[in-house]
């Protein structure tokens, strides 16, 4: 029997902090390399969006994998939509079908939150360039792994943002683009802005994730000691930081070398693999020490591996079962 998981039963199943852990063990544990292996295969269409597919997803000691097919249109809502297909590992049993979109956005988001609390020292002050899916749960992440006393926000759309800053903790004083205030105890207080660079200016911690094709930060407009954590550079053309912003990071940290060198951060910047200091993983490991200075600029520029996917489905597929949720289909019939 396949299990059918829509957007509703994921948002059931899945919990931050488990899914928090479960991200953390995959990066612990690839000392190897095994995790990443996989392909990111991507195509453009003769219509208005990208044709994606991420296979196979692999962890050490898991015997299943996944396959995860998306559609990426921009002036869609929502703009990914797609499965991801689970299947067991002794006879490729297709064991679920998951909504693309929320994994996705739950393992994009949730593992960015452990790279920027890797890397972003001890600031508080988070700030938001793009009030979607993923910059929520970095944002959710993030008060699960630190403190955050005030969130400052950005998007295109004032309302959008206005929504994003009253979710995390705060309700909105006055126009939509006005200030935002605390409304629970211990909860960040935060305020929407009307630039990025204004953000910079703000937040001790910066999340991108816009789908923009130009720089949005330059090197002028972040003071040191900042952190940068840019998720919207995850194809080709896409870009949120200027190369001379990335260039002097002191310490650029990737997912994934070969991958961000092909589509990532730092194909953006024009440079190679080799010029990521780190991935999350050896720093997570111990094996880099990750920001060394209070005035060192941090970058981490993930594109997302297909493992991420793998451990965000067995961990719904199997409370699912526990909790019998979902739609049972037998294709085989």
């Avoid at 953390?24 to 003769?46: M, N, S």
């Amino acid at each position: 029997m396949t299990t059918i998981l829509t957007r509703g039963d994921l948002l059931t199943l899945l919990d931050p902090g488990a899914c928090l852990d479960a991200l953390r063990e995959g990066f612990v544990g690839d000392a190897g390399g095994a995790a990443v292996a996989g392909q990111r295969i991507r195509t453009d269409l003769p219509f208005p969006g990208t044709a994606t597919a991420l296979l196979p997803g692999l962890l050490p000691g898991a015997e299943a994998y996944t396959v995860k097919v998306n559609a990426k249109f921009p002036a869609a809502s929502p703009a990914l939509r797609g499965v991801i297909c689970l299947h067991g590992g002794a006879d490729g049993e297709l064991l679920a079908l998951l909504d693309s979109a929320t994994i996705t956005a739950w393992r994009t988001g949730l593992a960015a939150a452990l790279g920027t609390h890797a890397l972003a020292g001890e600031s508080d002050v988070v700030g938001v360039v793009g009030a979607g899916a993923q910059a929520d749960l970095v944002v959710t992440g993030l008060r699960l792994l630190r403190p955050v006393s005030d969130l400052v926000v950005h998007d295109l759309s004032p309302e959008r943002a206005a929504a994003f800053a009253a979710r995390h903790g705060g309700r909105v004083a006055g126009s939509a683009a006005g200030s935002v205030v605390g409304s629970v105890a211990g909860s960040a207080v935060g305020s929407v802005v009307d630039s990025a660079a204004e953000v910079a200016a703000r937040a001790g911690i910066v999340v991108l994730a816009t789908w923009s094709r130009t720089p949005l930060l330059d090197l002028a407009d972040v003071r040191p000691g900042r952190h940068l954590t840019t998720l919207g550079v995850d194809e080709p053309g896409k870009q949120e930081l200027s190369p001379a912003l990335v260039r002097a990071a002191g310490v650029l940290a990737v997912d994934d070398r070969p991958l961000a060198a092909a589509m990532g951060v730092l194909a953006a910047t024009g440079l190679p693999a080799g010029a990521a200091h780190a991935t999350l993983g050896e720093i997570l490991r111990g094996d880099h020490p990750g920001r060394t200075g209070p005035e060192q600029i941090t970058v981490y520029g993930p594109v997302g591996l297909p493992w991420q996917d793998l451990a965000l489905s067995l961990l719904a597929w199997r409370e699912a079962r526990r909790r019998g949720v979902g739609t049972e289909i037998d294709f085989l019939a």
